[in-house]
């Protein structure tokens, strides 16, 4: 999935937007920025920890200048809310129940926006592994329309009413599902109501339009 992100990132139009949810140390920010020169890569990421490695490495490939890296929890409200914290640093989850919890702060996607200069419908691409808090992030991204998104789903984590409701969010997309992912397998799905319920999966989008 990271190759194909990476090959539909080259047709976007000039200058876009990129917002990263769950940015991690910035593997795939880093890339966005390598792969379009022109973007703009808008990071948002639950640890400090992260958040410091994400910063390092940008800097130590001379991408500062196109990243913003922030410590932030996006979610569908601002407010606390209780993390599970792990001793690998992608595996982070407002979703996960666990021992080891910390209370974080959160803000909506339109609050993070906001505070940056833009709005949802400035957004051409959406990078988003949130260990499950997939839809409450996009809930709280009014009018979100991305060109392009890369986002890992995790069905095991949510409700089958919740599953649904972020089914239907990436319908509104009217988005072309171009890649599923499973660990280096490719699995041969091509529409949201393929997607499987079981099971963690990379997804691939972009806009036929």
């Not at 702060?105 to 691409?125: A, C, I, N, R, S």
């Not at 509104?172 to 529409?191: C, F, P, Q, S, T």
């Amino acid at each position: 999935s990271y190759y194909h992100y990476r090959h539909v990132l080259r047709e976007l139009p000039d200058n876009p937007l990129i917002l990263e949810a769950g940015a991690n140390i910035g593997y795939y920010a880093l890339a966005a920025a390598v792969e379009r020169p022109d973007a703009h890569v808008l990071c948002a990421e639950l640890d400090e920890k992260n958040v410091e490695l994400c910063r390092y490495n940008a800097e130590q490939n001379n991408l500062s200048g196109r990243l913003t890296i922030e410590q932030a929890t996006l979610s569908d409200s601002a407010g606390t809310e209780k993390a599970v914290v792990t001793d690998e640093s992608n595996l982070h989850s407002l979703q996960k129940t666990g021992d080891q919890t910390t209370t974080v702060e959160t803000v909506t996607g339109d609050q993070f926006l906001e505070e940056h200069g833009h709005d949802p419908g400035d957004v051409d691409v959406l990078r988003m592994d949130v260990e499950g808090h997939e839809l409450a992030i996009l809930q709280g991204l009014t009018g979100l329309r991305p060109s392009v998104a890369h986002v890992e789903v995790h069905p095991p984590y949510l409700s089958a009413n919740e599953w649904g409701e972020l089914c239907e969010v990436f319908r509104r997309w009217d988005a072309e599902i171009v890649g599923v992912y499973k660990r280096d397998m490719e699995l041969d799905i091509n529409r949201v109501d393929g997607l499987p319920v079981n099971k963690s999966v990379q997804v691939v989008f972009a806009d036929g339009g």
